[in-house]
């Protein structure tokens, strides 16, 4: 199976980041990008984006963090945080997890 995950912990509570929404999108060949996944994050704080045809090309992840941390009452200075990254010939399995506090964020490749 061919598939991108992710996994927010949130560093300033020392726990998953639960109903964050995230969205999966692919460059097109025009520059565009088109969404190709979305949903929000479970309860431990992971989304299953795309288990199908992964083909070679960018893709993005988009976390919208506002939200998440408007619902806990917290003023933070990225709403929104993209992740962009390459997906070569041969690639299948793709975790991207998000480390996320409210001024600042990390990620990094998993396994």
Aim: aromatic letters at 10%; glycine letters at 10%; a negative charge.
């Amino acid at each position: 199976m061919k598939r991108i995950s992710t996994h927010i912990l949130d560093l300033m509570h020392g726990r998953p980041a639960g109903d964050v929404p995230v969205r999966l999108e692919r460059q097109e060949s025009s520059g565009n990008w088109r969404i190709v996944g979305s949903a929000p994050t479970d309860v431990d704080g992971r989304c299953v984006l795309l288990e199908c045809e992964l083909t070679a090309g960018w893709y993005r992840l988009v976390f919208d963090t506002g939200s998440y941390f408007r619902a806990l009452n917290i003023e933070a200075l990225y709403p929104v945080v993209e992740v962009t990254f390459q997906v070569r010939d041969g690639e299948s399995l793709f975790h991207i997890p998000l480390l996320l506090s409210a001024n600042g964020y990390t990620t990094y490749r998993g396994n």
